[in-house]
């Protein structure tokens, strides 16, 4: 076997820098799956994602040592974790070695000639994108999709789609079947501050809700509708934009332009959910929606789910029947246990809206039943306290509040005094349990809202409970 013959036997090697993120994990997955040898690198490797990624034969490393530029990958795939001044990147850079981002490599390489459905939007992206891979794969569409949840009717958050003989809808170009994919409006990298979905192409965008986050790269509302606006401009005029029709900032991202077929949820003119559960499109009702998840928000997710899926040849009924046997995501009202008659539930809320619409879902389903709300304000635009004041009218609905203030940049008492004696703020993790525990009796709902791990309150305060 000649050197040439050998090189071109040999997988490609991607070495992606930040692995053990939801999203670029997923991105490892994926590639492992595709072929690829895939090594990867991060400031923190530990389960589960290390677990996860090990398990799929990738090689993780922890720390940005300069002996992995001795592996002497095809291409280093850049996570938006990693910034100027890390001294593996630093080193790429000043070797001219060759580097791309993320979401710019998975388009390339993985959803080039993909049916891609795409999701955004600032709630209820994690959510619908799993609604609607599980619609595609109920109806035998065996879709590939990459999300930053567990979606528990797969147990894995990304993966490759697979032929089957109902996928010939998939085949408008390249054959390459459906790709469900959760649109984040983040930046992409370090060298491209444009988000991150203006990669992906999709015949079928989802625009959910739009309101202000991420105030650590974005200055206001108008410069997120901007984003959204370079997503609108990347659809096909063949494709199709379901679109949120009580939001007025996604009107105003479709005024700018617009040149593909929109379908409207959530409005009279288009996909609504009346009495009953009542599924409608356009006034003519489609059937009825059977399930048992909590909140109007969830409705609405599916309704986007439904008319996505039925844009990829999915009939509404088809929808309706997988959406009952939809399992929902880890950490989205998650039952984490029950001790002496109290349930601790895990959430992902972390911005208000999503936490006022987390705590009246719950409301409507416990009745009067004591809801205890335990807030960790850890995302980026809650650590700079962009939002503090919407906390208190966010959590009117809940009976007691506690707030771990560790780490916070502003006073987390203050802005929860509306509350009165409902807010308990702590700066001590073990002070926080101590004081749930302290007033917890046989009935309450423990509503745990987290956009991160909190320490382990989960189990720490199951254990303090028993």
Same mark, same amino acid.
């Given at each position: 076997?000649?050197?040439?013959?050998?090189?071109?036997?040999?997988?490609?090697?991607?070495?992606?820098?930040?692995?053990?993120?939801?999203?670029?994990?997923?991105?490892?997955?994926?590639?492992?799956?595709?072929?690829? #040898?895939?090594?990867?690198?991060?400031?923190?490797?530990?389960?589960?994602?290390?677990?996860?990624?090990?398990?799929?034969?990738?090689?993780?490393?922890?720390?940005?040592?300069?002996?992995?530029?001795?592996?002497?990958?095809? /291409?280093?795939?850049?996570?938006?974790?990693?910034?100027?001044?890390?001294?593996?990147?630093?080193?790429?850079?000043?070797?001219?070695?060759?580097? /791309?981002?993320?979401?710019?490599?998975?388009?390339?390489?993985?959803? #080039?000639?993909?049916?891609?459905?795409?999701?955004?939007?600032?709630?209820?992206?994690?959510?619908?994108?799993?609604?609607?891979?599980?619609?595609?794969?109920?109806?035998?569409?065996?879709?590939?999709?990459?999300?930053?949840?567990?979606?528990?009717?797969?147990?894995?958050?990304?993966?490759?789609?697979?032929?089957?003989?109902?996928?010939?809808?998939?085949?408008?170009?390249g054959g390459g079947g459906?790709?469900?994919?959760?649109?984040?409006?983040?930046?992409?990298?370090?060298?491209?501050?444009?988000?991150?979905?203006?990669?992906?192409?999709?015949?079928?965008?989802?625009?959910?809700?739009?309101?202000?986050?991420?105030?650590?790269?974005?200055?206001?509302?108008?410069?997120?509708?901007?984003?959204?606006?370079?997503?609108?401009?990347? /659809?096909?005029?063949?494709?199709?934009?379901?679109?949120?029709?009580?939001?007025?900032?996604?009107?105003?991202?479709?005024?700018?332009?617009?040149?593909?077929?929109?379908?409207?949820?959530?409005?009279?003119?288009?996909?609504?959910?009346?009495?009953?559960?009542?599924?409608?499109?356009?006034?003519?009702?489609?059937?009825?929606?059977?399930?048992?998840?909590?909140?109007?928000?969830?409705?609405?997710?599916?309704?986007?789910?439904?008319?996505?899926?039925?844009?990829?040849?999915?009939?509404?009924?088809?929808?309706?029947?997988?959406?009952?046997?939809?399992?929902?995501?880890?950490?989205?009202?998650? /039952?984490?246990?029950?001790?002496?008659?109290?349930?601790?539930?895990?959430?992902?809320?972390?911005?208000?809206?999503?936490?006022?619409?987390?705590?009246?879902?719950? #409301?409507?389903?416990?009745?009067?039943?004591?809801?205890?709300?335990?807030?960790?304000? #850890?995302?980026?635009?809650?650590?700079?306290?962009?939002m503090k004041d919407a906390?208190?009218?966010?959590?009117?609905?809940?009976?007691?509040?506690?707030?771990?203030?560790?780490?916070?940049?502003?006073?987390?008492?203050?802005?929860?005094?509306?509350?009165?004696?409902?807010?308990?703020?702590?700066?001590?993790?073990?002070?926080?349990?101590?004081?749930?525990?302290?007033?917890?009796?046989?009935?309450?709902?423990?509503?745990?809202?987290?956009?991160?791990?909190f320490g382990g309150i989960?189990?720490?305060?199951?254990?303090?409970?028993?």
């Amino acid at each position: 076997m000649t050197k040439l013959e050998l090189n071109m036997s040999q997988p490609k090697h991607i070495h992606i820098l930040g692995i053990c993120g939801t999203f670029m994990g997923g991105i490892a997955a994926i590639a492992k799956q595709s072929g690829y #040898r895939v090594t990867g690198c991060d400031a923190n490797v530990y389960p589960p994602m290390s677990t996860q990624l090990e398990a799929q034969g990738i090689e993780l490393i922890e720390g940005w040592g300069m002996a992995q530029l001795e592996l002497k990958p095809d /291409v280093f795939v850049i996570g938006n974790v990693v910034s100027r001044g890390n001294p593996l990147m630093e080193e790429i850079l000043n070797r001219n070695l060759p580097y /791309v981002s993320g979401p710019q490599w998975l388009a390339e390489n993985i959803l #080039r000639d993909k049916w891609v459905l795409g999701v955004a939007g600032t709630h209820g992206k994690t959510t619908t994108s799993s609604m609607l891979a599980w619609i595609l794969e109920h109806a035998g569409l065996n879709p590939g999709f990459l999300i930053g949840g567990v979606p528990q009717n797969f147990g894995i958050s990304a993966r490759l789609p697979s032929p089957s003989p109902a996928s010939g809808r998939g085949s408008y170009h390249g054959g390459g079947g459906f790709f469900v994919i959760e649109a984040d409006e983040y930046d992409t990298a370090f060298f491209d501050k444009r988000s991150k979905f203006v990669h992906y192409h999709p015949r079928t965008a989802v625009l959910n809700n739009l309101e202000f986050d991420h105030a650590d790269i974005f200055p206001d509302l108008a410069a997120i509708e901007t984003q959204f606006h370079h997503l609108v401009r990347t /659809v096909p005029g063949n494709g199709l934009v379901v679109c949120n029709g009580r939001e007025e900032s996604l009107a105003r991202v479709l005024q700018r332009g617009c040149w593909t077929p929109v379908e409207k949820f959530g409005s009279d003119d288009g996909w609504k959910i009346g009495a009953n559960e009542q599924v409608s499109f356009n006034g003519q009702v489609q059937g009825t929606l059977q399930w048992d998840l909590l909140g109007e928000h969830n409705r609405l997710n599916a309704l986007a789910a439904l008319a996505a899926a039925r844009h990829a040849g999915v009939s509404v009924a088809q929808g309706l029947a997988a959406l009952a046997a939809f399992k929902n995501v880890k950490r989205r009202m998650e /039952v984490r246990g029950m001790v002496n008659g109290i349930t601790v539930y895990d959430d992902f809320a972390h911005h208000p809206t999503a936490i006022a619409t987390t705590v009246a879902g719950l #409301r409507r389903k416990v009745g009067n039943a004591r809801i205890l709300a335990v807030l960790e304000p #850890r995302s980026n635009t809650m650590k700079l306290g962009v939002m503090k004041d919407a906390l208190p009218s966010s959590l009117k609905d809940a009976d007691l509040t506690f707030c771990y203030a560790g780490n916070l940049g502003w006073d987390a008492r203050g802005a929860l005094a509306p509350l009165g004696n409902k807010a308990v703020v702590k700066d001590d993790l073990n002070e926080l349990i101590e004081a749930i525990a302290a007033v917890a009796k046989s009935g309450d709902q423990i509503l745990v809202m987290s956009n991160g791990g909190f320490g382990g309150i989960h189990e720490k305060l199951l254990k303090r409970l028993a």
